[in-house]
Each structure stands twice: as structure tokens, then as C-alpha cells.
């Protein structure tokens, strides 16, 4: 819900929880201070602030902000003397200097997406409880060393900058599990396959939206002269939260064919706003998302409807079939870098698709960092299947085999990341139950 200036300023929010103000603000309002005793959200999204002032750091109970699309461009280090602030979001501003000990001490989730950072401070190190680390569509060269002592990072976007090189240490932090790092000089890069198949745009009509991502639009649609109704996606064009439209789709089509990836049938052609499309194939309505994004109070696991109950085979069955893709794509080079449940359609017999490659990344499988990349992705897979898991009824499995799977899900989790297991072991294990 969008508050009025009007509202604010009269007192009439005094004892609010949350404040969102959208309204072309130049200036913040000195009123915000006094919610001081009750404010713990505050959004200030789609204004024109440039700035913050020190009265800020009186607001005691603050937890969460949002600056996105504002003019910052330095990032405002009167936000380390809020004492409770833990997630601050500065996506598509003009930020270009992030200054020394600009950090508040509990921090574990932050957001610069789309800026025009640099470079990193050194005082990141000093972030101990950063989680979750949305860094894509800047112009950062190099990761500080000073990141290693960030031994809680488990996400972090890092697509469309300007790393040389990655650094081994950053694929050995105890905890990282998803990433994303495509876009960057760093990243490997592969032969486009340039006789993948393209299809005219007009030969096919668009029905309904299905849904939106991060990176565009996915439409059900009459393939006229196939006469078969089919998925498109249509990219955006932006950099996106994960990474570049023109990766995602690289990627897409790179990944191959498998029984539970979604099949990609084409490539769009002359499309009349010049977009980038793929082709795919409708999935039956019988499927649906096996779980749902985080949220803000789990930051980086997924949450799960109260209806989702799986039985022990079910469970056996969707850890096989996704350690079976990711399998294939870690041996062509692969990281998918967003393995969650949300990212994977299920049915009722628990027959499973992963989809979205918005975060994923080519990587060089000869390189001396691909045992380690493969066994990041490994760490995601293991919070996947202690998930779902979770949804097992107590009735559904003995003790034992519960036991049995903890067991594997702390080697998967070996804090030591080169101890863990590769997909391929993984699959080995799994077959023996």
C-alpha cells in the first residue's frame, strides 16, 4: 500500500510498521522520523532522492529499506549507524562510489543492482551475516579479497560487470550456493549455436500471458503453420536481477535436450520490437511450481504452500531427476546458479521439469575452478532436497531413512566445498536406495 505525503505529514501514520511513499520526492521527509518508535519497513522507491540525512540513524527499529530508481550516486554511509537495518535495496540508481564502513552492522541482504559501482569496499569483509548479495549491471573489476571473511554468503549476482578473473577463494566461501557470474570478462564463453533453428514471428498468435520473470514474458501461442499450441518467451532486453537476456537464451538452447528440462523447440526472428525470443513447449497445466521464492523473513530459502506434502518415493524421485540434469549441465559447462524449487515444475506423480536459466553461467570445465563451481551448485541442490524433505510426513518415512538422508544432506554441505560430492556421485548414491 502506497501512502500520501499528506497522511504523513498530518500524523495520521504515527505507529506504522511500514511506510511506502511514491510522490517525486526530492528531499526525504523529516516527518519519517517520528514513526521512530514503530517503523521497521520504509520504501521510497520511484522518487528523486539523492540523498539521506543523519536524522535516519534514529530510526531504531528499521529493518528493511527501498531506494529503488532514485538518483543516488554514492551510497549513503549514515545507513551503518542503523542498528537494525538488515536488507537495504538500491537497484537501478546511479550509485557509483560505495563508501568505507557504509555497511550497518547486521546486514545480510543487499541490493545494487543496475548502478555504476567500481568497486567493491573493503569493509564488505567486515559484513559477517551478508546472505544474499544482488550485484549485477555494474562496473565492478574485481572481487576484494577482503570477501572471504563473508562466510555467510549464499547468493550473490556478480552477472554483467567487468571481472577478469574470479578469484578461487570466492568458490571456496563455506556457504555459497547460488551464483550467477555470466557477462562478465571473466566468464567462459562458447560458440553460439548459429544453426539452432529460427522462426518467424508472425507465423505465430499470441493466446495468453502465463507468466513474468525477471527477464521477460512467457505467452501461450497458435504455431500456425505447425498447428500445435507452444510456449514463447520473449526477453526483455535488460539486465536483469540475475543477469543478461542474451546468456539466459545462449544457454537455454545449450543446455540440450533431457527428460526434465523443458524442450526448446526454436528461436524467434522478426519480432516487431526487435525482441529476442525462444520457443518451447507448453507444459501441461498438471504442473506446477514446487515451491515459491523466498520471501523477506527467509531470504534465501524457498517457502512452500501448507498443501505440499510429499511421499518418501517422491522425494527419492525428484532428487534423482534433477541431479540427473544438473549432471549434464555441469559436463557441458553449466552452473544453472538458481537451483530452487520455485524453479521447478512438478505434477501430481512427481515428474519434474527445471526451468529458468536467468542466472546461469558457461564455465570452462577444464579450468581449475570447475571442481568447485560444480560443488557450489551442489550445496543449492542439498538446501533443495532438505526442503522437500521437510514436506515428508512422519508417517510417509521411518526414522532410519530420514537419518539417511540428513547424512547425505551434511556431506553435500561440507563446509570444506571441494569434500562435497560432484552430480555424478550424487546419482550414485541415490540409485542404491
Known sequence: MTHSLEAL?????????????????????????????????????DNKLTSLPESISQLKNLRIIFFARNNFTEFPKVLAKCPNLNMIGFKSNQIKTLPEKAFPPLL????????????????????????KCALAGNLIEELPIEMKACVNLELIRFSANQLKSIPEWFFELPKLSWVAFGGNPAAHEIPLNNDFEAFDWNDFTVKELLGEGASGFISKASWNSEKEDVAIKVFKGDVTSDGLPDDEMAISIAAGAHENLIPVLGKIKEHPEDKIGLIMKLISPAYVNLGNPPDMETCTRDVFDETSVFKAEELLKIAKSIASVCEQLHKKGINHGDLYAHNILVNKTADCLLGDFGAASFYDVNSSLAHTIERVEVRAYACLVEDVLGLVNEGEMNNDLRDKWQKLITNWTDTDVKYRPGFSAILEVLDEF
Open 108 to 131: 545480510n541482504w543487499l541490493i545494487l543492482t543496475d548502478n555504476k559501482i567500481e568497486k567493491l569496499p573493503k569493509s564488505i569483509g567486515d559484513c559477517t551475516l551478508l546472505q
Open 9 to 45: 505529514k498530518s500524523g495520521q501514520l504515527i505507529g506504522s510498521k511500514t511506510l511506502k511513499l511514491a510522490c517525486g520526492l526530492e528531499e526525504f521527509p523529516e516527518e519519517i522520523i517520528s514513526l521512530s518508535e514503530t517503523l521497521e519497513v520504509l520504501d521510497l522507491s
